[in-house]
């Protein structure tokens, strides 16, 4: 039987005034939960759906995945907690405990992407053992393993997350000899003039359409 490939979108509980506080301090506190939950939703639903992989939903707090009525997402997804650690230790977890097959992860306030995002990430590990989703911050808004013949270790460690130098402190952890693939890059939306330049991509993308 062919390995399952696995997508897990790592998720924050959609609580007033817990989600996207660098966006709430430029916008405001229920703008951008509104913003989150939204998008929580629409990446959801736009990726959960589709035969090609198992979609797993990760969140935090770990109290949160048993609550009814708190994720906007498919009933068919199955929700699970995050467990303890930063979120190196957070990510690593998939990683190491999921079923056989590749194993990519993406984040839930990441508006564009897209179903051909996750192909080509799975494509990719076909060859590859990493693929990464570069962000235009320096960190990454996807990263996924084929995870055989082993998964690289140490793969988050030292790590400075939120920052400029998240994607090359995790790819200075690799062995030379390990094949790293990369996607297009995309915007993580995490201020003010993250967010309007969003706004203004989806509108232009509206206007296209017409």
């Known amino acids: 039987m062919r390995p399952t ?7 924050r509980a959609p609580r007033l005034g817990a989600v996207k506080r660098r966006l709430a301090a430029d916008i405001g506190t229920a703008a951008a939960h509104g913003f989150y939950r939204r998008t929580l ?6 990726l959960g ?5 198992k979609t797993w939903l990760a969140v935090t707090p770990d109290s949160a995945a048993a609550e009814t009525g708190v994720w906007p997402v498919p009933p068919a997804i199955p929700i699970i907690g995050q467990g303890t650690g930063d979120l190196g230790a957070r990510m690593a977890r998939p990683f190491r405990i999921f ?3 590749p ?20 494509r ?3 060859s590859n053992d990493l ?3 570069p962000a235009v911050d320096g960190g990454y808004w996807l990263v ?3 995870r055989r013949p082993v998964m690289p270790q140490n793969l988050f460690t030292n790590v400075r997350w939120s920052s400029a130098d998240a994607l090359a402190d995790t790819l200075a952890n690799l062995s030379p000899t390990c094949r790293v693939a990369t996607l297009a890059e995309r915007s993580d939306v995490d201020d003010g003039a993250a967010w309007r330049r969003w706004r203004i991509r989806r509108l232009a993308a509206k206007i296209t359409m017409l």
Not at 5 to 11: E, K, Q, R, S
Not at 104 to 120: F, H, L, Q, W, Y
Request: charged residues 20%.
């Open 144 to 146: 996924g393993a084929r």
């Open 41 to 46: 939703h629409d990446v959801a639903w736009r």
């Open 99 to 101: 079923p056989p097959g």
């Open 124 to 126: 990719s590990l076909g």
């Open 103 to 122: 194993v990519v992860i993406v984040g839930s306030d990441i508006p564009d992407i897209e179903v051909a995002d996750i192909v080509a990430a799975f």
């Open 5 to 11: 490939n696995h997508l897990v979108v790592f998720a």
């Open 49 to 53: 759906g589709d035969p090609r992989w």
């Open 131 to 133: 693929v990464f989703g």
